[in-house]
């Protein structure tokens, strides 16, 4: 069974770039043409969907975030990556890495990791 | 953007008893939704997509169904465990959407 876990800075200072890494272990990510996502939750518990990325390197973002995202995949080191520039307070969340299967629909989910964004 | 409108907020029941949570979507999703539990300090799992298939390995005292646009999640004979949060999603259109979901409490 494949799994994900998220690693990165757990704060990140304003105006900054929030980078994280996802690495994925007992699977590969160029096996089963699955699509590897972010997900974000605020602490009020909302879930927003942040983009995803095909080891083939296509992507898609979310409309309201396409203009800071961007996402990588390295598939040499099974790992794939997130950045958001130009961080406010309200980029604050735990952010999780997911993989999309079936298409569209999450059924394997990193651990999570915590982001705060503050000075 | 779809927006999925969940009720009630919080349910309080029983161990033993049945609960049933909605999933209202602003248009048309063609069955296209998911539902997810997610206990405290852990990550969402999904549990059934496309309106009514459970993932692997889900009891089957969990099921989902539909009328038009409104969706419902049953379990019908609640169990300590699935006291949790609960949200539903659709992967109709982008960007994927979810509600903002139900909190099922031990009465």
């Known amino acids: 069974q494949v799994q994900l876990q998220e690693s990165g800075p757990g704060v990140v200072k304003p105006s900054q770039t929030l980078s994280l890494t996802c690495s994925v272990s007992?699977?590969?990510?160029?096996?089963?043409?699955?699509?590897l996502t972010w997900i974000r939750q605020f602490p009020g518990k909302a879930l927003e969907w942040i983009g995803y990325i095909h080891y083939s390197g296509s992507t898609y973002y979310n409309p309201a975030l396409r203009s800071r995202v961007a996402m990588s995949v390295d598939t040499s080191k099974s790992h794939f990556s997130l950045s958001l520039s130009s961080v406010t307070a309200a980029d604050t969340a735990v952010y999780y890495c997911?993989?999309?299967?079936?298409?569209?629909?999450?059924?394997?989910w990193g651990r999570g990791i915590l982001v705060t964004v503050s000075s | 953007e779809i927006v999925l409108t969940q009720s009630p907020a919080t349910l309080s029941l029983s161990p033993g008893q049945r609960a049933t949570l909605s999933c209202r979507a602003s248009q048309r999703i063609n069955n296209q939704l998911a539902w997810y539990q997610q206990r405290p300090g852990q990550a969402p799992r999904l549990l059934i997509y496309d309106t009514v298939k459970r993932d692997a390995g889900i009891p089957d005292r969990f099921s989902g169904s539909t009328s038009g646009t409104d969706f419902t999640f049953t379990i019908s004979r609640l169990e300590p465990e699935d006291f949790a949060v609960y949200y539903c999603?659709?992967?109709?259109?982008?960007?994927?959407?979810f509600g903002q979901g139900s909190k099922l409490e031990i009465k």
């Open positions: 999603q659709q992967r109709s259109n982008w960007p994927y959407t």
């Open positions: 997911t993989r999309d299967s079936p298409g569209g629909y999450f059924d394997v």
């Open positions: 007992a699977g590969s990510i160029s096996s089963g043409g699955y699509y």
